[in-house]
């Protein structure tokens, strides 16, 4: 059987603000491949430890206050990942994700051979720059190859639904349209929630 489209990573992450100098405390993603059940494809989910948080801005606080909640429980303590430790997480997903790409390129002679495009919404405005001052501040030479590895293209399934609105919608007037719950702001539902909103487009729910 062959995938519906080209396969992508839905990536969503929850910080302390949407300040420049707001920390990253997690980063979920799903692959698509455009082909797998939903159920079955290849997730991360990393929850980030910090010994302090710095710039924070209360909204944000609250929307995370148990993600806050849940790094400050000892118990909970495997859970959660130095950052270091997260940002190696991240990319051994990015490189799976180039893997599967590599793969849907060579057998069906895409030019960006290889290159992985993440999905999300406003994805490419808030999302990347935040990963990629994640990385720079505690993983340098992870950042270099991350930025070998991500296209510069991005999608936001807002703009697939444009005709749907007439205008490009949230995520929660898109779910209304695809069956799924109300946005939790925990990051792997929302990357999922784009999965849902892809999967809608090519009829494959």
Do not use: W
């Amino acid at each position: 059987m062959k995938p519906a489209y080209r396969p992508y990573a839905s990536v969503d992450i929850e910080t302390t603000g949407i300040g420049e100098d707001a920390e990253v405390l997690q980063i979920a993603g799903v692959i698509d491949d455009g082909i797998s059940p939903i159920d079955q494809l290849k997730t991360i989910d990393l929850k980030i430890k910090y010994k302090t948080l710095g710039y924070s801005e209360p909204f944000a606080l609250m929307l995370n206050a148990g993600l806050i909640a849940d790094m400050s429980n000892r118990e909970l303590k495997d859970d959660f990942f130095k950052p270091a430790a997260a940002a190696i997480g991240l990319i051994d997903f990015v490189n799976e994700a180039f893997n599967i790409t590599k793969e849907y390129d060579e057998a069906n002679d895409i030019r960006m051979k290889g290159k992985v495009i993440f999905a999300g919404k406003n994805y490419a405005s808030f999302d990347d720059p935040k990963i990629r001052n994640f990385l720079s501040k505690y993983a340098p030479d992870v950042l270099k190859e991350y930025n070998h590895l991500a296209s510069y293209k991005t999608l936001d399934v807002g703009s697939m639904y444009y005709l749907d609105f007439g205008y490009n919608p949230s995520l929660s007037q898109i779910n209304e349209l695809t069956g799924r719950t109300e946005v939790t702001h925990k990051a792997l539902d929302d990357a999922f929630d784009v999965v849902y909103a892809v999967r809608k487009k090519a009829n494959l729910l």
